[in-house]
T-cell receptor
Framework: DAEITQSPRHKITETGRQVTLACHQT?????MFWYRQDLGHGLRLIHY???????NKGEVSDGYSVSRSNTEDLPLTLESAASSQTSVYFC?????????????FGPGTRLTVL | GIQVEQSPPDLILQEGANSTLRCNFS?????LQWFHQNPWGQLINLFY???GTKQNGRLSATTVATERYSLLYISSSQTTDSGVYFC??????????FGPGTRLSVLP
């Protein structure tokens, strides 16, 4: 069955370190998204991609970067982790073919920055 | 940008009761989804429903796009229905905006 996976599921790191969160989907979807979820803020969009080599900034992109070298993967990099980036991170994918844009979410990665 | 409101923010039910959750949005949309986030944090797709009515077991949803709202109905609630229910809206070529969610607690 097609799915979307994230790794690691839990990560503890220190302030200033570079961290990369992985997202892999086997839906063959063109679109991929990264969100963060914080108490009091709901889900907020960090970065998104509509295809290979395409990346775009979302609502809360400062301190984060993504790259899309193939259809299946969209890794999220925190260049220099800050305590404010402690959060739960969700990856999602969708395919707009046929006019639909239903998003499917991965299980999430809980990141703690000490 | 599009604003999304959900009501009520919190809901406590006795097992077996019915409930209606509402999602209002500020602009026309042609994409709308309902999600359930379970107590373990997993986001589960319930409905993709930009317009019309759909049913899946005890759950059903109706979206009236022209009046900018969607309703999620839960009948004969069970403890496993507990969690947070989100609606997310958007338009083709744009990204979803999530509402703040409705936290549902179903008591045995």
């Amino acid at each position: 069955d097609a799915e979307i996976t994230q790794s690691p599921r839990h990560k503890i790191t220190e302030t200033g370190r570079q961290v990369t969160l992985a997202c892999h989907q086997t839906w063959n979807h063109n679109n991929m998204f990264w969100y963060r979820q914080d108490l009091g803020h709901g889900l907020r969009l960090i970065h998104y991609s509509y295809g290979v080599q395409d990346t775009n900034k979302g609502e809360v992109s400062d301190g984060y970067s993504v790259s899309r070298s193939n259809t299946e993967d969209l890794p999220l990099t925190l260049e220099s982790a800050a305590s404010s980036q402690t959060s739960v991170y969700f990856c999602a994918s969708s395919d707009t073919s046929g006019g639909y844009n239903e998003q499917f979410f991965g299980p999430g990665t809980r990141l703690t920055v000490l | 940008g599009i604003q999304v409101e959900q009501s009520p923010p919190d809901l406590i039910l006795q097992e077996g009761a019915n409930s209606t959750l509402r999602c209002n949005f500020s602009d026309s949309v042609n994409n709308l989804q309902w999600f359930h986030q379970n107590p373990w944090g997993q986001l589960i797709n319930l409905f993709y429903i930009p317009s019309g009515t759909k049913q899946n077991g005890r759950l059903s949803a109706t979206t009236v796009a022209t009046e900018r709202y969607s309703l999620l109905y839960i009948s004969s609630s069970q403890t496993t229905d507990s969690g947070v229910y989100f609606c997310a809206v958007g338009n083709y070529g744009q990204n979803f905006v999530f509402g703040p969610g409705t936290r549902l607690s179903v008591l045995p």
